[in-house]
């Protein structure tokens, strides 16, 4: 839980991010030692924190040591010159010069995830990155939550961690002409780790409750540390409202739910109130919702309507329209196309869909012909729903959603 905090503290105390970690996970291996030999100390943070600076000391000793034998073995050959590495003051015997700042250590763990996500890194690397040393994942875990071999994760983490070294990325959060960047690249980030909790790729549950929870988590601390910035709150809402639906989104067998079918009784009434508070404060704060706020503004529509025929249609095609606007996309267009569906039928929407289809957008989704044969479904034309059907299931890689939409193939029969 409070891995993130520490790993910060000493990466700003080292300047050495993968130095850190390592430290960190030192001092918890002394404490599975210790504690239960002496007992649980009154501040555990502190007392990892004390440990973790204790080793990092011992580090820079032994690295200041070896200089020092370079530089003497220089000077013997006749090339001179020392090589640098100074060690900090040394800390007092008992570690209490490890102060346990909560703002201090908050900061600290705002910056390291701007380090996490930082643009110098690829985007696998910065979802893996993120989960390791802020969400405190496991490569194991990691690996099974996107389906890859656990060798591969560690290779991206090495990687990522070579990488901010070799950038020379110091530990500290980027300036304030970097910051909207950086911010959204944060952003991206737990929202995609979301994204595929919420609507698995592949795999046979539908969604993975761990990963989307833990992207949920990161929004929250997030919106903690940065509470003025209005598309922080804007994401977190949009998380919280979606996630609100997780419990009537699959059957008692894991199967899909559609929206229209699902028990609303069964939404989650307090993640609801969370994701709308949320909201108002992306709004409270005065700049205007982004892509992330706009999106949970249709979010709010669904949360607050009693049934799909009741949702205020025209209103979250309006909102589609100006997210396609600030952040146009080939999905907003296709979920606008289904929000016109609702609001106008589904021969207003056919035709946005096309447009897609012509213009090869979404080429490798399931999506787009999913969409397109439910609404030529709706308008009664069903061989042609049917072969869309099919070319859905051949690309949809979540055995879930092609078991519902061979499903929905035998309805046309």
């Not at 699959?250 to 899909?256: I, S």
């Amino acid at each position: 839980m409070e891995s993130a905090r520490i790993v910060g503290a000493l990466a700003r105390y080292t300047g050495d991010f993968a130095l850190a970690e390592d430290l960190a996970q030192e001092a918890l291996a002394e404490a599975l030692v210790t504690w239960p030999r002496e007992g649980v100390p009154n501040n555990p943070v502190g007392w990892l924190l004390t440990v973790g600076r204790r080793r990092a000391i011992d580090a820079f000793r032994r690295r200041s040591s070896l200089d020092d034998r370079y530089a003497a073995l220089a000077r013997d050959l006749g090339e001179g010159g020392a090589l640098t590495g100074a060690a900090p003051a040394e800390a007092d015997p008992d570690g209490h010069d490890v102060l346990w700042d909560p703002d201090r250590i908050d900061d600290d763990v705002l910056t390291l995830i701007f380090i996490s996500c930082h643009p110098v890194l690829s985007r696998e690397a910065r979802v893996a990155l993120t989960l390791r040393v802020v969400g405190g994942l496991t490569s194991d875990e990691i690996a099974k939550a996107f389906l890859v071999p656990t060798a591969t994760v560690q290779a991206r983490i090495t990687r990522a961690k070579k990488t901010l070294g070799a950038a020379r990325v110091p530990f500290e959060p980027p300036r304030a002409s970097e910051r909207a960047e950086r911010l959204g690249s944060v952003l991206s980030v737990i929202y995609l780790i979301f994204t595929e909790g919420s609507s698995a790729s592949s795999g046979g549950d539908l969604i993975r409750f761990d990963l989307a929870g833990e992207a949920q988590r990161l929004a929250r601390v997030l919106a903690r540390l940065a509470p003025t910035e209005p598309e922080v709150h804007g994401l977190l809402a949009l998380l919280e409202l979606t996630a609100a639906r997780f419990p009537a989104r699959t059957g008692p067998d894991g199967e899909p739910v559609l929206l229209e079918d699902q028990d609303r009784r069964r939404w989650d009434r307090a993640a609801i109130v969370r994701g709308r508070a949320a909201l108002a404060q992306a709004e409270r704060l005065g700049r205007g919702l982004g892509a992330y706020g706009l999106q949970a503004a249709i979010a709010e529509c669904h949360a607050v309507a009693l049934s799909v025929a009741e949702t205020n249609w025209e209103r979250v095609v309006l909102i589609y329209e100006a997210l396609g606007r600030l952040a146009p996309s080939p999905v907003v267009q296709l979920n606008r196309a289904v929000a016109v569906s609702m609001a106008s039928g589904p021969a207003a929407a056919l035709p946005i869909v096309d447009e897609l289809v012509a213009g090869a957008a979404l080429g490798n989704s399931h999506l787009l012909p999913s969409v397109r044969g439910e609404l030529l479904s709706r308008m009664g034309r069903r061989d042609e729903a049917r072969a869309e059907f099919e070319a859905a299931i051949g690309l949809c890689g979540n055995e879930r959603e092609r078991a519902l939409l061979g499903r929905k193939i035998a309805a046309l029969d």
